[in-house]
């Protein structure tokens, strides 16, 4: 039971989780197969759901499971000091969950023609690629994540019941994230679920895979830090 270990887990379930319903939806020969939007935001707010819980049950009161929450909160607190241990927690939990996902859908990959679709079961792409607006739309849903986990556990917000109700509220602040402002970049909002699991793509014998569209890579990462910090500054100053 430690930080380390509840950050690495928790994060490993999100991406598991997360990660595992876009396979389920786009993957050839799935039971889940063509759902839908829907499904793919639902999923991911039940693995933000089960990815805080298991980061809080293996040692990590705060469940960031997200670089961006982090750096968030480390510029509106001025501490530091969590970077350095939650931030290798999350990326090496990402790659795991990464890794049971190729696992889990085995026999999948060959029966899915698309490789487009194969790489979206690890990250995240544009609608429209187009750099600037695609960036704005990472710091954009980020801020909003940041801000609302913020507000969630706020002195102000505070009580029993909103405190013990805050792992659920948080999904429901991702669910609408997702089917509010998902729609342009697929919101990775968070880069260690994207950069990680991209990294999997890459390495992992998938198939007739093609490229992991490392052109793009950038904006996931670069997008939600700079989300995360905006909010820190904004909490920091008011």
């Known amino acids: 039971m430690s930080p380390f270990l509840g950050e690495l887990v928790g994060t490993m379930v999100l991406v598991l989780l997360g990660d595992g319903v876009v396979a389920n939806v786009l993957l050839g020969k799935s039971k889940g197969q063509n759902s839908g939007w829907i499904v793919i935001a639902t999923g991911w707010a039940f693995a933000v759901l089960a990815g805080v819980f298991a980061a809080i049950a293996l040692g990590s009161p705060d469940a960031h499971i997200n670089p961006a929450v982090t750096l968030g909160f480390a510029v509106s607190s001025g501490d530091y000091s969590k970077i350095p241990l939650y931030l290798p927690a999350q990326l090496i939990g990402a790659f795991l969950g990464a890794m049971l996902l190729w696992l889990h859908y085995y026999p999948h990959w060959k029966e899915t023609p698309d490789p487009g679709l194969k790489l979206a ?104 830090l700079l989300g995360g910090a905006l909010v820190g500054v904004f909490l920091k100053v008011i």
Request: proline share 9%; with cysteine.
């Open 121 to 224: 079961c690890f990250s995240t792409g544009p609608a429209i690629r187009s750099t600037i607006p695609n960036l704005i739309s990472e710091i954009v849903g980020t801020a909003v994540l940041v801000l609302g986990v913020a507000s969630i556990f706020s002195k102000a917000a505070d009580s029993g019941a909103t405190h013990g109700l805050g792992p659920f509220l948080v999904a429901a602040l991702v669910w609408g994230i997702g089917v509010s402002l998902g729609g342009t970049t697929g919101y990775a909002i968070n880069p260690a679920r994207d950069l990680m699991p991209r990294l999997a793509h890459s390495l992992l014998p998938i198939p007739n895979k093609g490229g992991s569209d490392w052109s793009y890579s950038w904006i996931p990462v670069a997008g939600p």
